[in-house]
T-cell receptor, first 110, second 115 residues
Framework: GQSLEQPSEVTAVEGAIVQINCTYQ??????LSWYQQHDGGAPTFLSYNALDGLEETGRFSSFLSRSDSYGYLLLQELQMKDSASYFC???????????FGAGTRLAVHP | DTAVSQTPKYLVTQMGNDKSIKCEQN?????MYWYKQDSKKFLKIMFS???????INETVPNRFSPKSPDKAHLNLHINSLELGDSAVYFC??????????????FGPGTRLTVL
């Protein structure tokens, strides 16, 4: 079977740092991607990790450990606009096929 | 300019009806997808087309039939709508199929409500 586990909800205050974890068990694995979705909006791409290690893009970083089947998204200097759902997704198979986790709802408070 | 567009944005219909959702991308991408997002926000791939050829066909009832008239368009036709079909349907596209991972660009979604 294929499964991705991530926390359902995370709460943080403006300016803080938050880490959203994702563990996965899939039949095929090429990499781990993260998408952001605001309420009523479309998912938008944040990052992709194919190799172990940390990838940094501005305030957001993403980490992957293939041996642990684990990754995380790190959001720094949180802003109110970061309140959204964050989905990890495994690239599984050779057709750019994404298997999504259930999403983590992040609420940022003043 | 909208990169990936879908019509309609909202669709309310009765059980048993047939409906279609249209998707267009102006990014010049080769690959297009249909996803279903249910009320718990679980996002699941349904179909994928690469240059008008069906390449991913997940376990989806055969009441759902995708059609790609050209690589910029991917439509979804649903026959005999059921209550469980109520969801948000997202179209997405990506640049190419093979090689490095390709970011997927999502359309704004079509909220389908079956009464």
């Amino acid at each position: 079977g294929q499964s991705l586990e991530q926390p359902s909800e995370v709460t943080a205050v403006e300016g803080a740092i938050v880490q959203i974890n994702c563990t996965y068990q899939t039949s095929g694995f090429y990499g781990l991607s993260w998408y952001q979705q605001h309420d009523g909006g479309a998912p938008t791409f944040l990052s992709y990790n194919a190799l172990d290690g940390l990838e940094e893009t501005g305030r957001f970083s993403s980490f992957l450990s293939r041996s642990d089947s684990y990754g995380y998204l790190l959001l720094q200097e949180l802003q109110m606009k970061d309140s959204a759902s964050y989905f990890c997704a495994v690239l599984s198979g050779g057709y750019n096929k994404l298997i999504f986790g259930a999403g983590t709802r992040l609420a940022v408070h003043p | 300019d909208t990169a990936v567009s879908q019509t309609p944005k909202y669709l309310v219909t009765q059980m048993g009806n047939d409906k279609s959702i249209k998707c267009e991308q102006n990014l010049g991408h080769d690959t297009m997808y249909w996803y279903k997002q249910d009320s718990k926000k679980f996002l699941k791939i349904m179909f994928s087309y690469n240059n008008k050829e069906l390449i991913i066909n997940e376990t989806v009832p055969n009441r759902f039939s995708p059609k790609s008239p050209d690589k910029a368009h991917l439509n979804l036709h649903i026959n005999s709508l059921e209550l469980g079909d109520s969801a948000v349907y997202f179209c997405a596209s990506s640049q190419r199929l093979a090689g490095e991972y390709n970011e997927q660009f999502f359309g704004p979604g079509t909220r389908l409500t079956v009464l």
